[in-house]
């Protein structure tokens, strides 16, 4: 199974950047094992003024499907990505994170 809440044709391409928050690890979760989580941002387009317009989604993959949720979007610079990854991962957004995605593949 594989779920998005994102319009397909943003995401139908391969992103420009990809972070890997989680790897490796059989981390369960309310009865689904988390293999993966990672970062995506697709560079949608280039202002000269603004900078780079982002759309940055998270990818939970568990054993029981993958879902792609929109994590935010916008006129955010050239180090969106990074800045995101790093205010998710200093918080107690990766949690709240796997915890929508799971609400997602329960559906």
Known sequence: ???SDTD?????????RIKVLLAGGNQQNQGFVIK???MRQYVERKDRDLGDYSLLTVVVDTDRGEVEMKYDEGFRGSD???SAVTMLMQYT?????INRALIELQR
């Open 1 to 3: 199974m594989k779920a």
């Open 8 to 16: 397909p044709g943003r995401t139908n391409r391969p992103p420009d």
């Open 36 to 38: 993966k989580i990672e």
């Open 80 to 82: 969106a990505l990074d």
């Open 93 to 97: 957004g990766l949690a709240s994170l």
